[in-house]
């Protein structure tokens, strides 16, 4: 049984295969052919874990999931932290040749439910530290309402559902089953613009490529030690070059579970971290931090910091030589594929005020206007795309696909994008109707139609504020039948069970809602309503 997907054309694939960007290897070969090599991989906590006992922890769980009757072709729900079990569980099951998704930790009921009705899940694996999994209050509704799970693994569980004894009991004669590597390996999250959350379908070959190229651009090896305090499923920090670059190159990833210069700084010093990854706001506590007392003495390893995810201001670049005293990166990524970075050599200027380049030389990336047609080179319009990892199509959603792709199969991501004469990329806004707080994307749609289940609530707008901390802050233009607070909604909001950083910051109720001549919610005039309150 394989899992279906939109495939690229047979010509496309003929020549990613010749050009070497596929090399139908499974991506459970970046450990395999470390073997039993005794180097560090993982450090979380007080654990540090070799090449030999992560591949061990692997086949122990993927033998364990074939003993539970766990086939290939089978999909997963998985939500799991930044733990060495998130990677030791994707790797079992790509081994076994199960395609997991991989919620976010800061999702809840609305999430899980929404990608488990999508993939139908056979196993669901979680955390009893998430509040959700707790108890068993939830975890009883969701076996009950997704009738595909049959089994149930929980890290922390004492008890029948124990994930961790399932990882240690050592593995017979284990054989692994992945699937095919031009097959799905796993499911990406879109940071999304619709109602439901969106699943982007990752091949081995197209997600291998994207791991083996970053490595070239970022100057990944055996030495580099990553600290990864990005949400450890983020697209950035599983693959750009993210912590499947680091294992692929036989480097060591030590696990941070938030960004806190308090925590990470320690960190950094200790186990003497040379490359990292943040989104801007945290480059900006790490930058506070570091005036305010705390020195940059414990950063003296860190030779790179990548910065991605939302759009990083001038200023906050030009300081992260000066005060963190180490290279910056921009990298200007998306877990649907393309991914653009500033090269290490790159001048100052550019690092500085360009969000990079794609970084294979078969991306084909343009610039349309609104009709779908190129603008000359320099001009401001809509990022088109396609390419060996950038993928052709969500997860059984034609209508959206069929409004997201042109008729080549280029793919428009809602960026507006400028290209300069070298190829250089800048983001210049966006036209897809999200919110990006922080690097935390928000479909406007998605808060829209929970806000709409509210008895009081007749018409719901999302749009962005400016922040100068997150750069974008969500609020909620209401029309009601009786005055809402703020924390009225969001405590509706949490009721229905969506993650904390989709919350409207702001709240404003209206009389109606300003409408476009079309009769569309006119979002430009709410967003300029609150520009000029914010002026004053
Ligand atoms: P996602 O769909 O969650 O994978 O998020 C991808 C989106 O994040 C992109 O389409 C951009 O809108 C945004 N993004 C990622 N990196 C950058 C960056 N360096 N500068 C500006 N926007 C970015
Ligand atoms: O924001 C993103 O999704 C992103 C940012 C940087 C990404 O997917 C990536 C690099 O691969």
């Known amino acids: 049984m394989t899992l279906p997907f939109t495939r690229w054309p047979d010509d496309f694939a003929r020549r990613y295969r010749e050009k070497g960007y596929w090399q139908d290897l499974p991506l459970t070969d970046i450990l395999t052919r470390h073997g039993d090599s005794e180097a560090l991989a993982l450090i979380d906590g007080e654990r540090r874990i070799t090449y030999r006992q992560f591949r061990h ?3 122990n769980l993927a033998s364990a999931l074939q003993a539970k009757g766990i086939k290939r072709g089978e999909t997963a729900l998985v939500q799991l932290g930044n733990v060495a079990e998130f ?33 139908k899940p056979a196993l669901l694996i979680a955390d009893r530290e998430h509040a959700l999994f707790a108890g068993d209050d939830f975890l009883n509704t969701f076996v009950d309402q997704h009738r595909s799970v049959r089994l149930v693994w929980l890290r922390g569980d004492e008890g029948e559902h124990a994930l961790e004894a399932a990882i240690d009991r050592p593995a017979e004669n284990f054989i692994a089953t992945p699937t095919p590597a031009d097959e799905v390996a796993f499911f990406q999250l879109s940071g999304g613009s619709t109602g439901t959350p969106k699943l982007i379908p990752r091949t081995h070959n197209d997600y291998y490529y994207s791991i083996r190229r970053s490595n070239e651009i970022c100057g990944i090896t055996a030495q580099t030690r990553y600290l990864n305090a990005l949400p ?9 070059p993210g912590t499947l670059g680091i294992f692929m190159a036989g480097g060591c990833v030590v696990l941070a579970h938030d960004p806190s210069a308090t925590l990470c700084f320690p960190l950094i010093h200790q186990h003497q971290v040379t490359v990292t990854s943040l989104v801007p706001p945290a480059v900006s506590l790490w930058l506070q931090a570091i005036s305010e007392g ?16 939302a759009r990083l201001s001038a200023t906050l670049a030009t300081r992260i030589p000066a005060e963190i005293g180490c ?4 990298v200007f990524g998306m877990a649907e594929g393309l991914v653009n970075y500033t090269a290490l050599d790159d001048s100052p200027e550019r690092i500085i005020n360009t969000q990079g380049r794609p970084m294979c030389p078969d991306d084909e990336v343009w610039v349309a206007d609104e009709h779908g047609n190129p603008l000359p080179r320099g001009e401001v319009g809509r990022l088109m795309t396609r390419g060996p990892y950038t993928f052709r199509g ?9 409004s997201a792709f042109d008729e080549n199969g280029f793919y428009c991501s809602g960026d507006l994008i400028a290209i300069d004469e070298q190829g250089y990329i800048t983001v210049q806004g966006r036209e897809k109707d ?15 139609n929970l806000l709409l289940r509210h008895e009081s609530v007749i018409h719901a707008a999302l749009v962005s504020m400016e922040d100068s901390l997150l750069g974008e802050k969500s609020c909620a233009y209401l029309v009601v039948k009786k005055p809402l607070r703020a924390v009225e909604v969001r405590r509706f909001l949490r009721e229905q069970g969506v993650a904390e950083f989709k919350l409207p910051d702001r709240v404003e109720c209206l009389e109606a809602l300003p409408l476009t001549p079309v009769g569309k919610v006119d979002k430009k005039q709410l967003r300029l309503w609150l520009a000029e309150r914010a002026q004053g």
């Open 434 to 448: 999200q919110i990006n707080r922080g690097g935390e994307k928000i479909a406007a749609e998605e808060v829209e």
């Open 327 to 330: 290279q910056l990166q921009q």
């Open 57 to 59: 922890a692997v086949n």
């Open 394 to 402: 969500y997860f059984n959603s034609p209508e959206h696909n069929a």
């Open 294 to 309: 705390a020195g940059n003495a414990q950063l003296a390893s860190l030779e790179l910091l990548q910065v991605g995810g």
């Open 232 to 240: 450890a499923a983020h697209n950035f920090a599983m693959s750009s």
């Open 87 to 119: 990677y030791i569980t994707f790797f079992a099951l790509l081994q076994v040749g199960v395609a997991p998704v991989n919620a976010l930790f800061s999702h809840q009921r609305s999430e899980l439910n929404a990608y488990a009705l999508q993939i």
